[in-house]
């Protein structure tokens, strides 16, 4: 008898309440009869209300947490100003093809805006060759500080944000939600469509053998979070 043969063995001789040897024991762990009901009363929603004020706060706290740059705007003109402040010395920046163009307007003659389409989308050459990318999000998980690109128009294909080493996402107070049960709800279509989804808590980062921090590794090394109203 193999190793494997005499494990699965003394599990079924466990599950049966007897011994590898067919010696009874005590009690088997294998139900009587019938089925085993299973709970599903799972939390389907957060304790506080999508977009709150009190949602957004535990949004930041979690960000920054992660080492996330956030920043407040309380209108699409002063996200331009941010962005435009952000990305001054940016030679170059990809968006995706839904992405609100009051967000870039204060981008300085110098730095190009690469559009990304589906029908004529950047490789990951060009990608590399980019300084930033720009996008918004579906939703934002508050109790994870997690933000959800749905590979919509303005979260863009999920290379956008894999490849350049630099993202910069904005997020409206109305895309924020307490609990990953409300996101999951809200990404309901995107699942239906088959999109790419993905979820970002704080900049790429890994630990190695003696966990020593290192950023950048599968994705943007730097992540910074404008939040809307």
């Known amino acids: 008898m193999s190793a494997r043969d005499d494990v699965l063995a003394r599990v079924r001789a466990a599950l049966d309440g007897s011994t590898a040897q067919g010696r009874p024991t005590t009690g088997g762990d294998r139900p ?5 009901t299973v709970p599903r009363d799972y939390r389907a929603r957060g304790d506080l209300a999508p ?9 930041i706290d979690r960000l920054v947490d992660y080492r996330a740059h956030v920043h407040r705007a309380g209108t699409p003109t002063e996200v331009g100003t941010i962005v435009g402040d952000l990305l001054a010395d940016a030679a170059s920046v990809v968006v995706p ?3 609100d163009g009051a967000w870039l307007a204060a981008l300085g003659a110098g730095t190009a805006v690469v559009h990304d389409a589906r029908d004529d989308p950047r490789t ?10 720009v996008t918004g999000a579906r939703v934002a998980i508050a109790d994870t500080g997690t933000i959800v690109l ?8 999920r290379a956008l944000t894999l490849v350049p080493d630099y993202h910069l996402c904005v997020v409206e107070a109305g895309q924020v939600v307490a609990s990953v049960p409300d996101a999951v709800a809200a990404l309901a279509q995107a699942g239906r469509e088959g999109r790419p989804i993905t979820f970002v808590s704080g900049p790429s980062a890994t630990s190695d053998i003696e966990l020593e921090r290192v950023e950048g590794v599968h994705g943007p090394r730097t992540l910074h979070v404008v939040v809307v109203g």
């Open 150 to 157: 749905d590979g919509g128009e303005r979260s863009g294909r």
């Open 97 to 99: 093809p839904g992405l």
């Open 51 to 59: 977009g709150s004020a009190e949602a957004v706060d535990v949004l």
């Open 124 to 133: 990951p050459d060009e990608l590399d060759h980019v300084d930033a990318v």
């Open 32 to 36: 009587a009869s019938g089925t085993t």
